[in-house]
């Protein structure tokens, strides 16, 4: 298995507080990826990363943001949560993007805010 | 725009027997990957077939096998001797390995039912 971790595992918030969910890798793979899971929608991208500092958006990013400051860690912030933010999130990575290689997921984040 | 179609929300199979999973989709490139990915009650993404479209073999990994028609963009997962621990969702999805992005595009899942 993939040495993937996300923290928390679950988590309950206020409409309006920050939150921010963490994912760790000792792959050291270059790409790593956000994806919420929501009924009826199968998984989509929030946002992803190709290296330290370097982030883009996905097809779902609006109310996110994203940070990597080392390859191993891959920060997820919601600035202002919102109830439509409630979701399972799940961190993927892979070792050479979409070029050649498969994606491996962390065991996701469960995520309801108030 | 890339889209995964799977028509069946839920299907059920007898504990031994087999069961083939549907899945649709729509693209106009023609270097991609195709994945199916499993995931059981305990939430996990799990891996459980990868296939390249340039690559007219059909991939297989133990029970699980795939049929993949390129023409038809039609990719279907077949489970042989399915047992209890193959209940899950099923999701198909897909990959354009010419893209710099190389996100996932997902279809919505099956969730499949073994039944003793």
């Known amino acids: 298995d993939a040495g993937i971790t996300q923290s928390p595992r679950h988590k309950v918030t206020e409409t309006g507080t920050p939150v921010t969910l963490r994912c760790h890798q000792t792959?050291?793979?270059?790409?790593m990826y956000w994806y919420r899971q929501d009924p009826g929608h199968g998984l989509r991208l929030i946002h992803y990363?190709?290296?330290?500092?370097?982030?883009d958006k996905g097809e779902v990013s609006d109310g996110y943001s994203v940070s990597r400051s080392k390859t191993e860690d891959f920060l997820l912030t919601l600035e202002s949560a919102t109830s439509s933010q409630t979701s399972v999130y799940f961190c993927a990575i892979s070792e050479a993007g979409g070029y050649t290689d498969t994606q491996y997921f962390g065991p996701g984040t469960r995520l309801t805010v108030l | 725009a890339q889209t995964v179609t799977q028509s069946q929300p839920e299907m059920s199979v007898q504990e031994a027997e087999t069961v083939t999973l549907s899945c649709t989709y729509d693209?106009?490139?023609?270097?991609?990957?195709l994945f199916w990915y499993k995931q059981p009650p305990s939430r996990q993404m799990i891996l459980v077939i990868r296939?390249?479209?340039?690559?007219?073999q059909n991939a297989t990994e133990n029970r699980f096998s795939v049929n993949f028609q390129k023409a038809a963009k039609s990719f279907s997962l077949k489970i042989s001797d399915s047992q209890l621990g193959d209940t899950a969702m099923y999701f198909c999805a897909f990959m354009n390995r010419g893209g710099s992005q190389g996100n996932l595009i997902f279809g919505k899942g099956t969730k499949l039912s073994v039944k003793p």
């Open positions: 792959e050291n793979h270059r790409y």
């Open positions: 990363s190709y290296g330290v500092k370097d982030t």
């Open positions: 693209t106009s490139e023609n270097n991609y990957y």
């Open positions: 296939q390249e479209a340039y690559k007219q």
